[in-house]
């Protein structure tokens, strides 16, 4: 099954991956990346209302999945950073949530 099409599992139950499995998923997302116990990537717009609609949309995909990122806000631009602090490190979640993101972006 796909990352986006998965669901993240309930707080607390998510365990930290290994290196190897970070790699991995990060493997097949574009433009991600790991960043200390997080990862991490920028996404471009044309301008502030466009990227306040993706922030707005990636709110509600945060709350329908109960996992929450940290995000940086711009004019053009929004950087996601997803690590799970429960878990201590980066988890599943974190995949599942940057690939609905992607998702997201490419529609």
Request: aromatic share 10%.
């Amino acid at each position: 099954m796909n990352l986006a099409q998965m669901k993240c599992a309930p707080g607390g139950q998510a365990k930290a991956l290994t290196t190897e499995d970070i790699q991995s998923h990060l493997n097949t997302l574009s433009g991600w990346q790991k960043v200390d116990h997080e990862i991490r990537k920028t996404y471009s717009f044309k301008n502030y209302h466009e990227t306040m609609a993706f922030v707005n949309a990636s709110a509600w995909i945060s709350h329908r999945e109960d996992h929450h990122p940290d995000m940086s806000v711009h004019y053009n631009k929004c950087v996601v950073a997803y690590s799970t602090h429960d878990a201590g490190g980066i988890t599943l979640n974190d995949f599942i949530c940057a690939a609905k993101l992607d998702a997201l972006f490419a529609l």
